[in-house]
């Protein structure tokens, strides 16, 4: 097999064959009207479709209707997302506005409700402008195309305060000429923190491939890369991934041939974790971006507790922020993590990133080594941490096991842009 290849240009979804998309705007904030704020995604192909959705307890009205569907449903047709309001705490009335989504873009798709998922993504405790989303539903649905400029409309129609698209593209070359392609969009800035955080992510593929491998290979992929971000702590009500498979290519992706399945899962960790890093990038009013790498830890769930304390911690965070090589405060938030530390084993690094999510650093210099502080590279420290990326490597020396995470520092503005949403 060849190399899998990103798309230097993506198009996002409508570079996935059989799959139609639109992007068109009908005033949800009721602010701008020419604002694109609902989008669908429709494949004339039954596809097969796997999940995932926010661990919060308190769920958005369409996220319990998405699970409904995903459980009940044997095959799929389309996605219907709106911005600007996450149909979320709002009671009975958000039940039946999710559903009447639901039916209203089977209709007019002429497919069955139950093969179209519904999302929503926007501002909490507000009921949806009804006729806004019927007149939407309708105009989406006449400009279903596969053609660029749709595909870059949905793009746009799924953003809240992101600043900037979320999309890629992979092609996975097989034998004789064979390509399997995956595309997918996806928006989130903040209320960034697994499981998940407050972001959409929409994937299609051409492959064949069944229901059960599908999702045990997308919740595979979403924990090592969506799972494994955050901006500022907080779990939102209304995250939701879901890809749909139609099959188009004749490919077919199955735990027989494990070559291909092997290659597949690869790729849309690559897929996923090249749109999660896209993601924090964009973190609301972040000025840097650093990965927090834990290995050797008895479990991985230590691992986990080390990183997400150190890259949740406000003083830490703050300390980012000011290109402060403040260990003592690394050492402070991992010793209060819950995870079994021994201080005299402990080593810590700063290093400079070369790839999001890779194991391979440069520039690599110690900050503590067993236990102890090393001063004379305060120097070196000062450089690294002032660069908009870079990396905290630590290393527990009690077991095999680790965990890397993507954070950001805490800024004034975040603070201020966050502070009221009137």
């Keep these: 097999m060849n190399d899998k290849i990103f798309n230097e240009v993506s198009n996002g979804i409508v570079d996935v064959p059989g799959f139609k998309v639109a992007g068109v705007a009908c005033d949800i904030r009721k602010k701008k009207k020419d604002r694109l704020d609902l989008g669908i995604i429709f494949s004339k192909i039954p596809c097969q479709a796997a999940g995932t959705f926010t661990e919060n307890k308190v769920k958005a009205a369409p996220v319990e209707l998405c699970m409904q569907t995903l459980n009940a449903g044997n095959s799929f047709h389309a996605i219907v997302v709106n911005s600007g309001n996450a149909n979320a705490v709002t009671g009975l009335q958000g039940v039946i506005d999710a559903k009447l989504m639901q039916s209203l873009t089977a209709e007019l798709c002429s497919v069955d409700p139950g093969s179209v998922f519904v999302c929503s993504t926007g501002k909490i405790g507000i009921t949806l402008p009804m006729e806004n989303i019927k007149n939407g539903i309708s105009a989406a649905v006449e400009a279903l195309s596969s053609e660029n400029q749709q595909g870059e409309n949905i793009t746009k129609a799924i953003l809240t305060t992101d600043t900037r698209t979320k999309k890629a593209t992979i092609k996975i070359n097989l034998e004789e000429g064979k390509v399997i392609t995956i595309g997918a969009i996806a928006k989130g800035a903040g209320m960034i923190q697994p499981n998940m955080a407050t972001m959409l992510s929409f994937i299609a593929t051409d492959a064949q491939i069944e229901g059960s491998l599908f999702q045990e290979i997308l919740k595979s992929a979403v924990d090592s890369s969506f799972n494994s971000i955050t901006v500022d702590g907080d779990m939102s009500t209304n995250d939701t991934v879901l890809a749909l498979a139609n099959g188009n290519s004749g490919i077919e992706v199955n735990r027989a041939n494990e070559v291909i399945a092997k290659n597949f899962s690869q790729a849309l960790v690559q897929l996923c974790q090249d749109l999660a890093y896209q993601i924090v990038s964009d973190g609301e009013k972040i000025s840097k971006v650093v990965e927090v790498v ?20 406000s003083l830490v965070k703050s300390s980012w922020y000011g290109a402060d090589p403040n260990w003592g405060r690394l050492m402070g938030a991992l010793g209060c993590s819950g995870a079994e530390i021994k201080p005299e084993k402990l080593n810590i690094q700063y290093a400079e990133s070369v790839k999001p999510f890779s194991e391979n650093f440069s520039n690599t210099v110690d900050i503590i080594k067993n ?52």
Excluded: M, Q
């Design 294 to 313: 834990v290995v050797n830890a008895l479990s991985k769930v230590d691992a986990e507790k080390v990183a997400r304390t150190v890259g949740n911690s």
């Design 371 to 422: 236990g102890e502080p090393c001063y004379t590279n305060e120097t070196e420290w000062d450089k690294l941490v002032a660069l908009e990326r870079f990396i905290v490597f630590i290393d527990l020396n009690l077991g095999k096991e680790k965990f890397h995470l993507i954070s950001t520092d805490l800024t004034p503005e975040y603070v201020s842009y966050n502070k009221s949403e009137k």
